[in-house]
Structures are given as structure tokens and as C-alpha cells.
């Protein structure tokens, strides 16, 4: 995470036992977080293209810094 906040990447992950406990204590420290995007993994993967590109179109990248956020919609 602390790379990605380094770089601007939004971490996608299905790690969803984890991921969001890390992210919320970056945020908690005041640390910078890019985004986490936490995908359930039985979703189909063509479900989860569809809502990242509906998420790429609709959206900026500058909206999700500090957000978890968890698919499906």
C-alpha cells in the first residue's frame, strides 16, 4: 500500500480479510492512500471488468484516495 500511495496506483485486491484493515489504518495514521478496491472473488472476472471500466469512465482517479471500496456495486 505504501507504494501505491507513493505512485498513485489504486490497489485492487480480493483479499478481503486483511486489505481493508490495512488501508484504514494507514488512514487512522494519517498516511496518504490512493484507493482499495476490494473485488469479491466469486464474482465472474467479466463482471469485474465491466464495473472497473464503469468506474474508470465515470469517475477520476483523484475521487478514491482515501476510499475502500468493495465490488460488486
Not at 492512500?33 to 477520476?60: A, K, T, W, Y
Request: include cysteine; aromatic fraction near 10%.
Amino acid at each position: 500500500m505504501d507504494w501505491a500511495a507513493t505512485n498513485d496506483r489504486i490497489v485492487l485486491t480480493y483479499d478481503r480479510a486483511t486489505m481493508p484493515d490495512f488501508a484504514y489504518e494507514r488512514l487512522l495514521r494519517g498516511e496518504q492512500m490512493s484507493g482499495l478496491f476490494v473485488v469479491n472473488d466469486r464474482m465472474p472476472i467479466r463482471q469485474v471488468i465491466d464495473e472497473l471500466l464503469l468506474l474508470v469512465d465515470c469517475s477520476e482517479q483523484s475521487e478514491w484516495k482515501g476510499v475502500v471500496l468493495y465490488l460488486p456495486l
